[in-house]
């Protein structure tokens, strides 16, 4: 054993050396060359890694045709880099046009005629123009992702060849914004599917995005290249952009220590952020969907407004937010929170932590007994464990359990669930994993069946007006609460982490969140090495 | 992990038990020395034959697992608000909705013919996924096994030059924990030093060959040292035991020691020599081992082989895919075994380990 | 997991022979160190996991306050520190171990009772009986038993018991090898001989002749094994498939810590630690018996 140990050490040794001459190369060849640090122009060219989590973002089991893929917004930063998006996110829920140039409602809103920038080519060469977005939002409507777009569509139809016209069966104001986190954003070339098949297609999808596929192995790494002859003179920043699948928050953070990647999408874990933040750039995004405590109102015991007043009661957010989250994210009240429309920090009257209150309700219903669940995720479950432990002083009785994604929709299809913590709302609180996708009676993973609500929600997504329709989902949020059904709680968002050098949206500067993760514009993105 | 493959090749080589057909056995030692004599190959013939009984085994085996499981892969791609009539068109597309036993005929019928099918999940055919893996996870075994070789002999032979002194003592008592500490501890305590505090090696991600032969060996290196450094420990153990008992009992030993040559140069040119030949088969055989102990491996180090996409296909259901990994596993322990049969038989037809100890 | 497994699995016929003189000497000496310490130690765990929370107040494993949340070791009221959400480490350390001890012992015992059964009979019987067994043994073999854990833990959901179950997989193949392997050793002996000419009844002779003559080896190897299942236990823990947090075991807590290893090592090297001594204690527990009873 004595000279196994003598043999590692001298490899050791040797392999520091090397490491302490690369870096100090690197040094040289940056202040030889540089200079252009701090300017204003960004740096051009280069090559950058993005780390992305496998269980989330880290995940294209089906490959990335925006008609066949599955994970939706999880494969978003894929699909917006070979394909571009029509429309962008900005912060606070702004909605920029990006390969679209803008949009009207005609017709009392059930009219929606969208242009095209003129003169976009996909790298297969073929044109994009209306009739290619027709095709493909046709293509889209047919998908079986959940992420397809769910508009009451009438037809779509190309007008001219840069202007496309959806219409309506009845008017959806979100229309727009939920283009951003449905498949619609995504543009993929008509041509290249017939000619390669869909199969084919989704492994080496072609688009007229920022950059286009070198090399894709599924769930693995995906190795792109710029475009050049992507619409935005100048852009892409970057000559090269790879995303590689990694194990998680302590994997990637290691990664990034070792300078294998220098971007990491959405980081959780509150004591890495805390330790990334001496290392890196870490910038919290504009959280648009707060955790919230889904109550299923159609079984006991929250059937009964008194136990679901008592857990409002029971709770007391603060210190879980200091002591697990190190006060990253602000208290909520209702479905809106700060990177999104409409948001509304308090609602009137909401329940606050009063114990004595909870002891008294507990004791009135003879005692509580509650089966609280989440998804399978670690903050999610520490806060699981946190409402456990205040619940019981209390006297609620609380089993807790946590799922993977298929087994936690086999918990909602079999309708026994009690409460769940979850996240409810987004930018637009009709768009997505919106408002009504935790309390409309329609939705499957709703605990809430009140016709009520469902008028208010159905209204608000009539409402092209903002006011109007920001002060109709004021008045939810104060319903939900006046029925008590159910506690918001903090308005979590995920941080993306980035080395030194690296500039750009989402990167340097928030984004709003789209479903979990801001939409970062990578063509936008630079990375100049020790600059 | 072990327990698969490390308790099958237990008994027989040691025991060389009549009648067992298990791996190794010694009975046919007495095939002789040269590989090519029919008796060997009627033998070679005749395990290839009993495999594939056992291969088909492990398909039916798993296809009842795969099947046995809630859920489909209908149900894990479209995920939370599918809704039942979407999940029909998809599971009607994958053909979920046929009976058991004709998508099991289906499948082996294609196998035996040679096609392993289509992933369900991302309609890749399976071999293509297979050569975009299989590379990652053979690369890392290889460089496994040499590492815990290299590791092994050199201090097996130390260790047994002096039985029962410092060195040996020393050696056995930390080859005793090194076989106590399991390898995704020691993944993230190899991590913890060499990847977070001493920055030298990559804490995750895999460097193609192709691209750089330094970075490649760098990436793989802290996978290679999990599973290799409890392996090699294990070998310690083994081969410092076998060289012992030579030293202390062979004939040549004593002739060579009378002849006035040096302890180190008995030890090096006969006992330590003689060894290699059982340890070979050891090797062989502890080559299914290995196969588990990368399932777990592989994703700490976020390395594409195909572990990871064995846990993936199963969290998916996507039997095709399933299928034809454990296939390739199951194949990979059948051919070892065979391989080390052979080599057993052809290197040492003295059959050392059947013998009583003295 | 890559589970090297003691050498007495893989090769028993290398096992080495102890100096005869010294040997003896060991056989006379009823409390040898090499096996009064590891099985002190053992007991000293074993102990401290079932014992001492019913002697001396622990706080909960889970439903600690998120006030203590993340203490770092030698805390008051907390030697070892706390979690993330506040709960006692030590008690946590305590209670996850009586899941790896009774994992490990309830999987060792099912394959020893069952594979050993199995095995004997086998061998004893012989022909088609035999044969049919081997060939199923072959199989479960040639599978890789993780693929079946991880399906069975899925399958079922985890829970403690369904990790039994999914790991009895793995043991009771192993045990019916061993147990068939010296069963059929025993074959040519003259008292089986002896006893089958007399008219013994075949459970008779499986039961006096062949059990005390196999039960040593099964033993040692149980002992060893143990050591396997406890870190294949954590294995399953740490894919997730294995006890459910928030009740702790060994594995879910180095599984748990690992997602801030970086950050905070200790919420690792702590259960890793404990699983290591136990681990240990059987191996060299294992060995000391085997070289005792001249197991080979």
Sequence with gaps: MRFLRKTKKSRLGVSAALLAVALAAAACGSSGGGGTSGSASPHAGGSLTVLEDSGYEGAWPVGLDPATNTNGAADQSYMDSIFGQLFELGSHGKIIPDMATGYSFSNGGKTVTISLRPGMKFTDGTPLNAAAVVWNIQRDLKSPCTCKPTWPVASVTAQG?????????????????????????????????????????????????????????????????????????????????????????????????????????????????????QHFTVVNQLSTSPYDLQLNTATAPFNNIKAREAIYYATDIQPIVSHIFDNLYPLTQGFTAPGGICYQATVPGYRTFDLAKAKALVKQLGGLTVNLGTINVLVAKETTQALQTEWAKAGIKTTIASY???????????????????????????????????????????????????????????????????????????????????????????ANVAAKGVTGPGLTSPLSSVVVTPNIPWEDVSYSPGG | MAAEAGPAPAGPPAQGVPGDHSPGTAQWGSAGRAVLTSPALRVTGKRLLSAV?????????????????????????????????????????????????????????????????????????????LGQRLPVTFELMIYTFCLSVLIAVPVAAAAAYRPGGLVDRLSMMLSMAGLSIAPYVLALLLVLIFAVNLRVLPAIGFVPLSQSVVGNIKSLTLPALS???????????????????????????????????????????????????????????????????????????????????????????????????????????????????????????????????? | MAAPLPDTLLAPGVAVPAPAGAAARRRRRALAPD???????????????????????????????I??????????????????????????????????????????????????????????????????????LDVLIAFPALVLAVAIAEGLGPSELHVIWALSFFSVPAFARIARAGTLRLHGQTFMLAARLSGTKAWRILLRHVTPNVLPQLITFGLLGMGVIIILEGALSFLGLGIPD??????????????????????????????????????????????????R
């Design chain 3, 67 to 136: 006030l203590s949340a993340g203490l770092p070791p030698f805390s008051p009221g907390h030697i070892l520190g706390t979690d993330p959400v506040g709960n006692d480490i030590l008690s946590r350390i305590l209670y996850g171990g009586r899941v790896s001890i009774e994992v490990g012992l309830a999987v060792t015992l099912i394959g020893l009772v069952i594979g050993g059964v199995m095995g004997s009979v086998a061998a004893y019987s012989g022909g088609i009986v035999d044969t049919v067994l081997m060939r199923v």
């Design chain 2, 227 to 358: 599973i290799g450094l409890p392996l090699a420990c294990f070998y310690i153990r083994l081969l410092r035991a076998d060289i012992v008992e030579q030293m202390q009992s062979e004939d040549y030993v004593v002739t060579a020691r009378a002849k006035g040559v040096a302890p180190w140069q008995v030890l090096i040119r006969h006992a330590l020599r003689n060894s290699m030949f059982g340890f070979l088969t050891v090797l062989g055989l502890n080559l299914g081992t290995l196969i588990g102990a990368l399932v777990i491996i592989e994703p700490i180090f976020s390395l594409p082989g195909i572990g990871q996409v064995l846990l993936q296909s199963i969290s998916d259901r996507d039997v095709v895919v399933v299928e034809a990994v454990v296939l390739v596993f199951a194949l990979i322990v059948v051919l070892a075994n065979l391989l080390t049969d052979l080599l057993y038989a052809v290197l040492d037809p003295r059959i050392r380990y059947g013998r009583p100890s003295a």
């Design chain 1, 161 to 277: 060849t840069s202007a496309v016209v959806i219409n309506l069966k009845a008017v959806f104001a979100p229309i727009i914004a939920s283009f951003i986190d449905s498949t619609a954003n995504w543009i993929a070339s008509p041509a290249a599917v017939k000619k390669m098949g869909e199969k084919q297609f989704a492994l080496t999808p072609v688009g007229a995005g920022p950059f286009e596929v070198v090399s894709d192995t599924l769930n693995s790494v995906l190795v792109l290249k710029k475009n050049p002859h992507y619409w935005q003179k100048g852009h892409p920043l970057l000559d090269q952009l790879t995303f590689k699948s990694v194990g998680g928050d302590e994997a990637a953070y290691e990664a990034m220590l070792a300078g294998e990647g220098q971007v990491y999408e959405n980081m959780s874990t509150p004591a890495l952020l805390k330790q990334a933040a």
């Design chain 3, 246 to 295: 928030p009740a702790p075991s060994w594995g879910n807590m180095i599984a748990l810590g690992q997602g801030t290893l970086s950050a905070q090592p200790v919420l690792v090297l702590i259960p890793s630690l404990f699983l290591l001594a136990t681990v240990l204690s059987l191996n060299l527990l294992g060995d000391a018996l085997r070289k005792r009873w001249g197991v």
């Design chain 3, 35 to 65: 096996i009064l310490i590891p099985a002190a130690i053992l007991a000293l765990i074993a102990g401290g996991c079932f014992l001492w929370p019913l002697v001396y107040p622990v706080p909960a494993p889970v439903g600690g306050s």
């Design chain 2, 53 to 129: 009984p056992v291969l088909w085994g492990v398909t039916f085996l798993t296809f009842v697992v795969m099947n046995v499981l809630p859920g489909d892969t209908a149900q894990e791609l479209l995920g939370a608000n599918a809704t039942p009539a979407e999940l029909q068109t998809l599971r009607l597309k994958l053909h979920l909705n046929e009976p058991f036993w004709v998508r099991y005929w289906h499948w082996l019928s294609g196998a035996a013919q040679g096609h392993l099918g289509d992933s369900l999940v991302s309609g890749q055919p399976v071999t293509s996924i």
């Design chain 1, 404 to 494: 993977d994604l298929g087994p936690l929709i086999a918990q909602f299809t079999g309708k026994k669930w009690q409460a769940m913590v979850q996240t409810a709302g987004a930018y637009d609180p009709a768009a997505g994993v919106g408002v009504g996708f935790r309390f409309s009676s329609l939705s499957p993973f709703s605990g809430v069946h009140d016709p009520k609500l469902d008028s208010l929600l159905n209204q608000a997504a009539g409402t092209l007006n903002m006011s109007q329709r920001c002060s109709l989902y004021n008045q939810a949020a104060s319903y939900i609460n006046q029925q008590a059904y159910g506690p918001f709680y903090f308005a979590f968002a995920p």
